[in-house]
């Protein structure tokens, strides 16, 4: 049986992105801040059975690999992508995560209960927009927090 490779090139260069596609599910996360970098390594952490590729938003790649997401989602919220492309952001991102990590079934229980997913939706909609303030150094803090991001443009 042939299995092909994938293989992109960026900026002239050959990025191998068939690397984490043997997992069942990638992470895309802002490597710019340092609460999301945090979070990310709990997720690495509590990933005993590498179902997870977690990488930043910023690494070389990433929009190649993932078309269908446009640029602005990166900035917006955590992206989790399944094997077979099925997307979630945000606050269902991680409801998605905590049900697929052995340690998060231990609190994916709680959405269960009414109005909790919309109430984590509205948190976590405030956590991205103040995540800058929150935790990150002097880097993050002069950030211009109203960049407009452009859309990559689709030849």
Same mark, same amino acid.
């Given at each position: 049986?042939?299995?092909?490779?994938?293989?992109?090139?960026?900026?002239?260069?050959?990025?191998?992105?068939?690397?984490?596609?043997?997992?069942? !599910?990638?992470?895309? !996360?802002?490597g710019d801040c340092r609460v999301c970098t945090r979070l990310a390594g709990v997720l690495e952490t509590w990933d005993a059975s590498h179902r997870l590729e977690?990488?930043?938003?910023?690494?070389?790649?990433?929009?190649?690999?993932f078309p269908w997401i446009p640029a602005r989602a990166y900035v917006e919220a955590l992206q989790l992508i399944a094997r077979d492309g099925t997307t979630w952001q945000g606050s269902a991102a991680?409801?998605?995560?905590?049900?697929?990590?052995?340690?998060?079934?231990?609190i994916s229980w709680v959405f269960r209960f009414p109005y909790v997913r919309s109430l984590a939706d509205r948190f976590y909609r405030w956590f991205a927009r103040n995540r800058y303030r929150l935790g990150c150094g002097a880097h993050c803090q002069t950030r211009p927090l109203d960049v407009m991001w452009a859309e990559a443009e689709k030849d």
């Open positions: 049986m042939t299995v092909p490779v994938v293989r992109f090139t960026v900026a002239g260069e050959n990025e191998e992105a068939s690397a984490g596609l043997g997992r069942a !599910y990638t992470v895309v !996360y802002d977690v990488v930043s938003s910023q690494h070389r790649g990433v929009m190649a690999r991680i409801e998605q995560l905590l049900g697929v990590l052995p340690r998060g079934r231990w």
